[in-house]
């Protein structure tokens, strides 16, 4: 960074990013893969399925396993495991504090997760948080066109929007930053145009490749969102 960069507007991700969801997955994905003698789930796939959305992720696996099932059966068998762990997500380390940061700085921040609506309110109903968000995009938005999920840009767009229609604006893309975790989120940032913070999981950093490659220098990679330097980008 050659000076503070003066960011206007940010736009989050959430599982894996601001909630502890991505190992809630790793766990319940394994529960089925046993049931059939397979797995276990492995980052190098999982990297693969991060922030797509649900029946895109969940025909991926179903193919890289090649499990007996449709999608269908796939996921009423993740949902009936999922509903009894989503009242145990957390923040994860950093995340409740920059939103609340964020917010009290007046900064227009806007929720753009590939959940769709009914499991967003089942992770975080109980979260103290979300309520800050000036915008919130779920993945089953009619708004966003099938097939266009990460790595398109257009859930990103959408967030921006709304922010912009809100507050009587017209911040730019190149005016905000994107925060993610997984890779097609991180490609949907850049595809928006924006500075993209990327938060991969733990686990997930040795089978990342060419993290720099992937940034183009329009962004970087942190391990915790405890770790982010606001005053790079005058906030």
Not at 39 to 61: F, I, M, R, S
Not at 81 to 105: M, N, R, V
Not at 109 to 128: P, Q
Request: with cysteine; glycine share 10%.
């Amino acid at each position: 960074m050659t000076g503070p960069k003066q960011i206007k507007a940010c736009l989050f991700d959430m599982d894996g990013l601001l909630v502890n969801t991505e190992d809630i997955y790793t766990i319940t994905c394994n529960e089925i893969l046993t049931q059939y003698n397979k797995g276990p789930l492995t980052w190098d796939v999982k990297l693969q399925l991060q922030g797509l959305p649900g029946p895109e992720a969940g025909n991926k696996l179903i193919s890289h396993y090649d499990l007996p099932l449709t999608y269908e059966e796939y996921n009423a068998l993740n949902i009936k495991s999922q509903e009894t762990k989503w009242p145990t997500c957390a923040f994860l380390p950093g995340a409740q504090d920059l939103i609340h940061y964020l917010h009290d700085l007046n900064i227009p921040i806007a929720l753009c997760t590939s959940s769709n609506k009914e499991k967003f309110h089942g992770k975080t109903d109980h979260l103290k948080g979300f309520n800050c968000f000036d915008a919130i995009v779920t993945g089953d938005d009619s708004r966003i066109p099938k097939g266009r999920g990460k790595p398109c840009p257009d859930i990103y767009q959408l967030g921006l929007k709304e922010l912009n229609e809100k507050f009587g604006t017209d911040i730019k893309p190149e005016e905000c930053l994107v925060f993610e975790d997984g890779i097609p989120g991180v490609q949907a940032g850049m595809a928006l145009g924006a500075t993209v913070i990327w938060v991969p999981h733990p686990e997930a950093v040795d089978f990342l490749g060419d993290t720099d490659a992937l940034l183009n220098g329009n962004g970087e990679l942190i391990r915790s969102l405890e770790h982010f330097d606001k005053a790079n980008y005058g906030l």
